[in-house]
Protein backbone atom coordinates (compact mmCIF):
# COMPACT_ATOMS: atom_id res chain seq x y z
CA UNK A 1 0.00 0.00 0.00
CA UNK A 2 1.43 3.42 -0.93
CA UNK A 3 1.35 6.20 1.53
CA UNK A 4 3.13 8.29 3.95
CA UNK A 5 4.40 8.56 7.33
CA UNK A 6 3.52 11.73 9.34
CA UNK A 7 3.00 13.27 12.57
CA UNK A 8 -0.31 13.35 14.99
CA UNK A 9 -0.28 15.37 17.58
CA UNK A 10 -2.92 15.14 20.31
CA UNK A 11 -3.22 17.66 22.99
CA UNK A 12 -4.17 17.30 26.50
CA UNK A 13 -6.33 20.98 27.85
CA UNK A 14 -3.20 22.83 28.87
CA UNK A 15 -0.19 20.89 27.08
CA UNK A 16 0.70 17.90 24.52
CA UNK A 17 -0.48 14.19 25.93
CA UNK A 18 1.87 12.53 23.26
CA UNK A 19 3.04 12.27 20.10
CA UNK A 20 1.45 9.16 17.42
CA UNK A 21 3.21 8.18 13.98
CA UNK A 22 1.43 6.46 11.97
CA UNK A 23 0.98 5.28 8.35
CA UNK A 24 -2.09 6.60 6.30
CA UNK A 25 -2.46 5.69 2.72
CA UNK A 26 -2.68 8.45 -0.41
CA UNK A 27 -6.26 6.97 -1.09
CA UNK A 28 -8.17 7.75 1.73
CA UNK A 29 -10.84 9.82 0.93
CA UNK A 30 -12.88 12.84 2.93
CA UNK A 31 -15.73 11.76 4.78
CA UNK A 32 -18.97 13.87 4.42
CA UNK A 33 -21.01 12.36 6.56
CA UNK A 34 -24.51 14.37 6.00
CA UNK A 35 -25.30 16.19 2.57
CA UNK A 36 -27.88 16.50 0.10
CA UNK A 37 -26.45 17.27 -2.65
CA UNK A 38 -24.29 14.67 -4.76
CA UNK A 39 -20.33 15.34 -4.21
CA UNK A 40 -18.47 15.96 -7.25
CA UNK A 41 -15.45 15.49 -5.61
CA UNK A 42 -13.99 12.33 -4.77
CA UNK A 43 -15.12 12.43 -0.90
CA UNK A 44 -17.01 9.43 0.44
CA UNK A 45 -20.65 11.21 1.20
CA UNK A 46 -23.98 9.90 2.42
CA UNK A 47 -26.54 11.57 0.70
CA UNK A 48 -29.70 12.17 3.20
CA UNK A 49 -33.24 11.53 1.93
CA UNK A 50 -36.27 12.73 3.58
CA UNK A 51 -38.83 10.40 3.47
CA UNK A 52 -42.14 11.40 2.66
CA UNK A 53 -40.79 14.95 1.45
CA UNK A 54 -38.02 13.61 -1.11
CA UNK A 55 -39.89 13.01 -4.37
CA UNK A 56 -36.65 10.94 -5.86
CA UNK A 57 -34.82 8.65 -4.35
CA UNK A 58 -31.78 7.65 -5.81
CA UNK A 59 -30.48 4.10 -4.25
CA UNK A 60 -27.11 4.35 -6.56
CA UNK A 61 -25.00 6.50 -3.80
CA UNK A 62 -24.19 5.69 -0.14
CA UNK A 63 -27.48 6.92 1.56
CA UNK A 64 -29.67 7.58 4.73
CA UNK A 65 -33.27 7.97 4.75
CA UNK A 66 -35.68 8.91 7.30
CA UNK A 67 -38.58 10.63 8.45
CA UNK A 68 -37.44 14.25 9.59
CA UNK A 69 -38.74 15.47 12.15
CA UNK A 70 -40.79 18.33 9.82
CA UNK A 71 -42.04 15.67 7.47
CA UNK A 72 -43.91 14.00 10.00
CA UNK A 73 -47.48 14.96 8.78
CA UNK A 74 -46.65 14.37 5.20
CA UNK A 75 -46.02 10.67 6.22
CA UNK A 76 -49.02 7.90 7.00
CA UNK A 77 -48.57 4.63 9.44
CA UNK A 78 -47.15 2.74 6.19
CA UNK A 79 -43.92 5.29 7.33
CA UNK A 80 -42.01 2.06 8.85
CA UNK A 81 -42.53 -0.16 5.98
CA UNK A 82 -41.30 2.36 3.48
CA UNK A 83 -38.25 2.73 5.17
CA UNK A 84 -37.43 -0.88 5.75
CA UNK A 85 -37.76 -1.07 2.47
CA UNK A 86 -34.71 1.21 2.34
CA UNK A 87 -32.82 0.20 4.77
CA UNK A 88 -32.59 -3.63 3.06
CA UNK A 89 -30.40 -1.40 0.60
CA UNK A 90 -27.13 -2.29 0.29
CA UNK A 91 -25.85 1.62 -0.19
CA UNK A 92 -28.25 2.73 2.94
CA UNK A 93 -25.37 3.38 5.71
CA UNK A 94 -27.70 5.02 8.09
CA UNK A 95 -30.92 5.54 9.64
CA UNK A 96 -32.06 8.88 9.56
CA UNK A 97 -31.79 11.86 9.94
CA UNK A 98 -34.69 11.88 12.55
CA UNK A 99 -35.41 13.46 15.92
CA UNK A 100 -36.51 15.90 17.66
CA UNK A 101 -37.96 19.95 16.89
CA UNK A 102 -39.30 22.12 19.23
CA UNK A 103 -39.77 24.86 16.91
CA UNK A 104 -41.92 23.16 15.23
CA UNK A 105 -45.65 22.95 15.60
CA UNK A 106 -45.75 19.38 15.43
CA UNK A 107 -46.51 17.85 19.20
CA UNK A 108 -43.39 16.31 21.00
CA UNK A 109 -45.09 13.66 22.02
CA UNK A 110 -45.71 12.54 18.53
CA UNK A 111 -42.00 13.47 17.78
CA UNK A 112 -40.63 11.37 20.45
CA UNK A 113 -42.97 7.89 19.17
CA UNK A 114 -41.46 8.77 15.58
CA UNK A 115 -38.11 9.04 16.80
CA UNK A 116 -38.32 5.64 18.79
CA UNK A 117 -39.72 4.06 15.80
CA UNK A 118 -36.42 5.18 14.03
CA UNK A 119 -34.37 3.60 17.35
CA UNK A 120 -36.11 0.73 17.04
CA UNK A 121 -35.33 0.23 13.48
CA UNK A 122 -31.83 0.65 13.79
CA UNK A 123 -31.47 -1.61 16.43
CA UNK A 124 -33.11 -4.08 13.87
CA UNK A 125 -31.08 -3.40 11.25
CA UNK A 126 -27.99 -2.99 12.57
CA UNK A 127 -27.61 1.06 11.14
CA UNK A 128 -25.85 3.98 12.83
CA UNK A 129 -28.20 6.91 13.75
CA UNK A 130 -28.32 10.23 11.84
CA UNK A 131 -29.96 13.05 14.29
CA UNK A 132 -31.53 16.23 14.06
CA UNK A 133 -32.08 17.79 17.36
CA UNK A 134 -33.59 21.46 18.14
CA UNK A 135 -33.81 22.77 21.59
CA UNK A 136 -34.78 19.00 22.85
CA UNK A 137 -31.27 17.81 24.17
CA UNK A 138 -32.33 16.25 27.57
CA UNK A 139 -35.24 14.58 26.21
CA UNK A 140 -33.10 13.39 23.70
CA UNK A 141 -30.79 12.19 25.61
CA UNK A 142 -33.45 10.41 28.21
CA UNK A 143 -34.87 8.73 24.92
CA UNK A 144 -31.79 7.34 24.12
CA UNK A 145 -30.76 5.74 27.13
CA UNK A 146 -31.93 2.21 26.23
CA UNK A 147 -30.35 2.86 22.87
CA UNK A 148 -27.07 4.35 23.14
CA UNK A 149 -25.01 1.11 24.13
CA UNK A 150 -26.64 -0.71 20.77
CA UNK A 151 -26.57 1.52 17.84
CA UNK A 152 -24.39 4.55 17.24
CA UNK A 153 -25.98 7.88 17.67
CA UNK A 154 -24.37 11.11 16.12
CA UNK A 155 -25.50 14.21 16.55
CA UNK A 156 -25.68 16.06 12.87
CA UNK A 157 -25.14 19.81 12.42
CA UNK A 158 -23.69 20.65 15.89
CA UNK A 159 -23.34 23.89 16.32
CA UNK A 160 -23.57 24.71 19.87
CA UNK A 161 -22.01 24.66 23.59
CA UNK A 162 -18.39 23.37 24.45
CA UNK A 163 -20.57 22.40 27.68
CA UNK A 164 -23.39 20.46 25.78
CA UNK A 165 -20.85 18.87 23.15
CA UNK A 166 -19.07 17.01 26.35
CA UNK A 167 -22.19 16.54 27.75
CA UNK A 168 -23.25 14.65 24.88
CA UNK A 169 -20.54 12.75 24.07
CA UNK A 170 -20.19 11.52 27.76
CA UNK A 171 -23.85 10.08 27.30
CA UNK A 172 -22.40 8.20 24.34
CA UNK A 173 -23.32 10.18 21.07
CA UNK A 174 -20.58 11.36 18.60
CA UNK A 175 -20.97 14.55 16.91
CA UNK A 176 -21.03 15.71 13.21
CA UNK A 177 -20.10 19.08 13.39
CA UNK A 178 -21.28 22.31 11.94
CA UNK A 179 -18.49 23.67 9.79
CA UNK A 180 -19.31 27.32 11.19
CA UNK A 181 -18.27 26.02 14.66
CA UNK A 182 -14.41 25.82 13.22
CA UNK A 183 -14.29 29.82 13.47
CA UNK A 184 -15.83 30.12 17.09
CA UNK A 185 -13.62 31.63 19.55
CA UNK A 186 -15.47 30.53 22.38
CA UNK A 187 -15.43 26.52 21.91
CA UNK A 188 -12.00 24.99 22.32
CA UNK A 189 -12.44 22.17 20.14
CA UNK A 190 -9.38 20.62 20.93
CA UNK A 191 -10.68 19.69 24.14
CA UNK A 192 -12.99 16.75 22.54
CA UNK A 193 -12.23 13.34 21.56
CA UNK A 194 -10.93 12.82 17.87
CA UNK A 195 -12.67 9.34 18.00
CA UNK A 196 -15.87 11.33 18.48
CA UNK A 197 -15.83 13.55 15.76
CA UNK A 198 -17.44 13.54 11.85
CA UNK A 199 -17.43 16.49 9.39
CA UNK A 200 -20.37 17.49 6.76
CA UNK A 201 -21.73 19.89 4.70
CA UNK A 202 -25.51 19.28 5.30
CA UNK A 203 -27.55 21.55 2.84
CA UNK A 204 -24.57 23.86 1.32
CA UNK A 205 -24.56 22.98 -2.14
CA UNK A 206 -21.23 25.45 -2.96
CA UNK A 207 -19.20 24.16 -0.07
CA UNK A 208 -16.80 21.71 -0.01
CA UNK A 209 -15.84 18.88 2.65
CA UNK A 210 -12.40 19.06 2.07
CA UNK A 211 -12.62 22.73 3.21
CA UNK A 212 -14.25 21.50 6.00
CA UNK A 213 -11.55 19.60 7.41
CA UNK A 214 -9.13 22.16 6.32
CA UNK A 215 -10.59 24.77 8.75
CA UNK A 216 -10.50 22.16 11.03
CA UNK A 217 -7.61 20.96 11.11
CA UNK A 218 -6.23 24.52 11.14
CA UNK A 219 -8.50 24.64 14.75
CA UNK A 220 -7.31 21.71 16.33
CA UNK A 221 -3.62 22.36 15.32
CA UNK A 222 -2.90 18.84 13.39
CA UNK A 223 -2.13 17.97 10.43
CA UNK A 224 -5.31 17.60 7.15
CA UNK A 225 -3.66 13.86 6.69
CA UNK A 226 -3.91 12.97 10.12
CA UNK A 227 -7.40 14.33 10.53
CA UNK A 228 -8.34 13.02 7.38
CA UNK A 229 -7.35 9.40 8.62
CA UNK A 230 -8.83 9.61 12.17
CA UNK A 231 -12.27 10.44 10.43
CA UNK A 232 -11.79 7.27 8.36
CA UNK A 233 -11.25 5.03 11.58
CA UNK A 234 -14.24 6.30 13.06
CA UNK A 235 -16.10 5.83 9.88
CA UNK A 236 -15.04 2.32 9.60
CA UNK A 237 -15.50 1.94 13.66
CA UNK A 238 -19.52 3.65 13.64
CA UNK A 239 -20.69 2.02 9.95
CA UNK A 240 -18.63 -0.60 8.71
Known amino acids: MEGKYITFYLYTKNNYSFIKFGFYPYNMRFI ?3 THHISLDNSL ?3 NYR ?3 DKVIDTIHSFSIGVHPWDIE ?3 DLFVSELEHF ?6 LAIGECGLDKLITIPLDIQKKVFEQHLQLAVKYHKPVIIHCVKAFDEL ?10 IPLIIHGFNKSETLAKQLIDKGFSLSLHHKLSSKTD ?3 QSLPLDKLFFETDDNAQLLIKDVYQDFSFKLNIELDALKAQIN ?4 TLFL
Open 32 to 34: NLH
Open 45 to 47: FIL
Open 51 to 53: LGY
Open 74 to 76: LNN
Open 87 to 92: LTQSNC
Open 141 to 150: IEICKPYVKQ
Open 187 to 189: FNI
Open 233 to 236: RNFE
